[in-house]
């Protein structure tokens, strides 16, 4: 590979054919070597796969990464060594890559499919260890009120976005995707369904200050 200025990257990655190809396929070999780095040291997640494994995600990600970077040419500015910007465009294709692989089986047909949208156990929520008797009979009665407001104050649709993102985790733009939507108007669907939840609540004498010492860790 050939070391290159700032000026000198953007001058070939946009010059002739000549200057441009090998300008390309030395990007290319850069971003692999830093997406690979990336999926091997600080992905905890990934440590199970074999090394020749996270080569070809690499190489396959370098592609799309590539292509990132030369439709953001423009926005490069020359605050630090252009390898640094890019390497960072990669990583950020990386980990919208890995995010859209963990949540490719993700449905909103499956999320209604079983009847209630709550899990039954605080605790699934919380992920801390049942409390007592009269803790765990409170929490239930909070979480069928909490139930009660989704179904009977939230459109559909707020319901499915409010339930995805808050419960079940899913990314907003994934989520704006899965929809047929955009991250705005899935934003503003999201602030309208949790203002009307905390409204319903509220007058059931829920506050949210109660409803978080309830489910804290015990």
Known sequence: MTDRTNEQWLVDLTGSPEAQSPA???????????????????????????????????????????????DNLGSFRGDSRFTTWATKIAVR??????????????????????????????????????PGPEATTERADVMLKIQRALDEDLTERQRQALVAMALQGVPLEILAERMGTN?????????????????????????THYMMNLFEDR
């Open 24 to 70: 390309l396929e030395d990007l290319r070999e850069r971003l692999q070597r830093g997406i690979f780095y990336y999926l091997s040291r600080e992905r905890s997640d990934l440590t199970h796969l074999p090394a020749v494994e996270l080569t070809r995600m690499a190489e396959d990600l370098a592609q799309d990464a590539t292509l990132r970077v030369m």
């Open 93 to 130: 294709v990386a980990i919208s890559d890995l995010r859209r692989a963990r949540y490719k089986d993700f449905s909103l047909e499956n999320m209604t499919a079983e009847g209630d949208l709550l899990p039954a156990s605080a605790a699934s929520i919380t992920g801390s260890p049942e």
């Open 183 to 207: 991250r705005n108007a899935l934003y503003k669907l999201i602030h309208d369904a949790r203002r009307k939840l905390r409204a319903h609540l509220e007058s059931e004498g829920l506050s």
